[in-house]
C-alpha cells in the first residue's frame, strides 16, 4: 500500500530541471538572481524558490520577477512533477498572463 513512498526515481534535482524546461516551454526564463533579468526580452522571468515532496509529487515554486514600481498579488508559481512517472503538470492559470 504505502510502495509508492519508496519507490521514486524522480529526485530532487531532476525534479528542478523538469520544472525548468516545462516553464522555458511557456515564456518563462528561469534566472537564477533578479539581477540577471533582462526587462528587453518577451518571456517572463522567474526564480527558482523551493522544492517539496509532501506526497506522491514534487511541488516545485518559483516566483515572478517584476520590475520595480509593479505590484502584482500572485507572484508564486507552482509546478508538479509527479515522482513515480516525471511527469509535469501545472493545475493553474490565473494570474498567468
Not at 63 to 75: D, H, I, K, L, Q
Amino acid at each position: 500500500m504505502l510502495g509508492w513512498l519508496f519507490r521514486r526515481p524522480v529526485n530532487r534535482g531532476r525534479a528542478i530541471a523538469l520544472a525548468t524546461a516545462f516553464l522555458a516551454t511557456n515564456d518563462c526564463r528561469v534566472v537564477a538572481t533578479e539581477a540577471e533579468v533582462d526587462w528587453a526580452g518577451d518571456y517572463i522571468p522567474v526564480v527558482f524558490s523551493s522544492a517539496s515532496l509532501p506526497g506522491r509529487r514534487w511541488y516545485v515554486e518559483f516566483v515572478r520577477v517584476v520590475p520595480a514600481g509593479v505590484c502584482m498579488s500572485n507572484t508564486h508559481i507552482t509546478v508538479y512533477v509527479w515522482a513515480d512517472s516525471g511527469r509535469v503538470t501545472f493545475d493553474h492559470f490565473e494570474g498567468w498572463e
